[in-house]
């Protein structure tokens, strides 16, 4: 037996409780992890609340990241005792995921926890700080450089935010971070942020073209902040688009994008292949200082995680959410 979050399908929507499941109940799967450290993301909070049907197949546990230590495997790539991490995957949707003390995943996405992280660092970074990479990685690839200007990131003290922040400033870039939360200042400069921006500036209906701001920008918000985030991108500049906080409507026009040049990339943390999968999490080791991500993380217990979610829901939460889930 092992405990676990369970999401549980009712006549008026669904509830989530602590229990008790029984090994007979984990789904197949090729690894067998002894989770250790999962993690409370806005996906995971949503499934908790039953605000929002991110739960595809019930009962459910949710839990988006697993991070532990293989205990069966019949895969050639993992063995008993290979510290493990996987995000998304459809873990919390329509596969059991992490926040409880078991979990049988498939290997092709799997990755091993590379040094110097652990499991606890690994969860602690979790979808959050992987979409984050994925991000900055995208921006790279479309040759975005420190030299070339400021770089926006919005939802700034959020999870993706907060490691975004602290990604580019390693790199160099001079990063400007937007937030709705004034008091989180000196969080966001201590993450590596150059400038800090009320959220009011992008968050209201703007103009087709702005003035050009930005060399690049990472968006966590969507909505009119993403449209007013392209409108004010440099010409042949780039936009990651990777979260939907402030809605999943796009009201833009193509302007930017055949008047400056402008490319808008989508980041999709949930399938991204095994090859970006093992690319992201390398640079991750490489690029993110671990007293950041320390800074950025705080810590709660699998009991904790059913009390927390409606404070995360409410952009009351900064950072990321690491749950310890044996105790």
């Known amino acids: ?29 090729d690894v067998t992890v002894r989770v250790e450290w999962s993690t409370l993301n806005y996906k995971d909070a949503l499934a908790i609340t039953g605000r929002s049907p991110v739960v595809r197949k019930f009962p459910m546990v949710p839990g988006i990241d697993v991070a532990g230590t293989v205990e069966a495997s019949r895969a050639p790539g993992f063995a008993p005792g290979d510290a493990v991490v996987l995000n998304g995957w459809g873990l919390g949707e329509t596969r059991f995921g992490g926040l409880a003390e078991r979990a049988r995943v498939e290997a092709e996405p799997l990755v091993k926890v590379p ?21 900055v990685l995208a921006l790279e690839r479309h040759g975005v450089t420190p030299d070339q200007g400021e770089v926006l990131v919005t939802g700034a003290a959020g999870g993706v935010g907060s490691v975004a922040i602290a990604l580019l400033a390693r790199r160099g870039f001079a990063v400007v971070a ?75 026009t193509v302007a930017p994008f055949i008047l400056r040049g402008v490319a808008l990339y989508g980041i999709d943390s949930v399938r991204a292949p095994p090859p970006l999968r093992r690319q992201a999490w390398a640079r991750l080791a490489a690029d993110l200082d671990p007293a950041k991500l320390a800074a950025l993380t705080t810590e709660i217990g699998l009991a904790d995680a059913l009390a927390a979610a409606p404070g995360l829901l409410a952009g009351q939460v900064r950072g990321r959410i690491a749950v310890d889930v044996r105790r």
């Not at 092992?2 to 989530?16: C, D, N, P, Q």
């Open 178 to 252: 937007s937030t709705g939360r004034p008091a989180e200042a000196d969080y966001l400069r201590g993450l590596g942020a150059a400038r800090v921006i009320d959220r009011a500036e992008l968050a209201a209906p703007g103009k087709p073209l702005g003035a050009e701001r930005w060399a690049g920008a990472i968006d966590a918000v969507g909505s009119h902040t993403l449209a007013n985030a392209c409108a004010q991108t440099r010409a042949h500049g780039a936009v990651a688009a990777c979260g939907l906080a402030g809605g999943m409507d796009f009201p833009a």
């Open 115 to 135: 040094p110097p992280f652990g499991t606890r660092e690994a969860a602690a970074i979790g979808t959050a700080g992987f979409t984050a990479m994925l991000s």
């Open 1 to 29: 037996m092992f405990r676990a979050i369970l999401v549980e399908k009712t006549a008026s929507g669904s509830a989530a409780r602590l229990t008790e499941l029984d090994d007979a109940q984990l789904p197949d799967g």
